[in-house]
Nanobody
Framework: QVQLVESGGRWVQAGGSLRLSCEAS????????MAWFRQATGKEREFVAS????????YYADSVKGRFTITRDIPNDTVYLQMDTLKAADTAVYYC???????????????????WGQGTQVTVAS
């Protein structure tokens, strides 16, 4: 089993920055993809960014490309999401997700990820 714990969410003004953290514990040697998803009130959960086990491949949703950066601290089993130039539309609960290997074609699919954190709230005030 794998446990994921997110932190770093808070209220911030539009144009500001935040860094979210997700620490994995348990059978972390089984993990390949780690990702961030988000879910705004009344909307479906959507893909934000993902990173592979070596940190060499990253993928982003078009809506965050150029503003968000995902990185992975491999020795400490932690993944980060640096969020810059935040907009009100970025307001959501942000979830960390992780999975064993699968084709990179499917990194945006919620159903592909086996493990999920409890979520951390990000609120961007306009």
């Amino acid at each position: 089993q794998v446990q994921l714990v997110e932190s770093g969410g808070r209220w911030v003004q539009a144009g500001g920055s935040l860094r979210l953290s997700c620490e994995a514990s348990g059978r972390t040697d089984s993990l390949y993809w780690m990702a961030w998803f988000r879910q705004a009130t009344g909307k479906e959960r959507e893909f934000v960014a993902s990173i592979n086990n070596s940190g060499s491949n990253t993928y982003y949703a078009d809506s965050v490309k150029g503003r968000f950066t995902i990185t992975r601290d491999i020795p400490n089993d932690t993944v980060y999401l640096q969020m810059d130039t935040l907009k009100a539309a970025d307001t959501a609960v942000y979830y960390c997700a992780a999975s064993a290997p699968f084709s990179r074609m499917f990194v945006q699919q919620v159903s592909r990820y086996q493990y999920w954190g409890q979520g951390t709230q990000v609120t961007v005030a306009s």
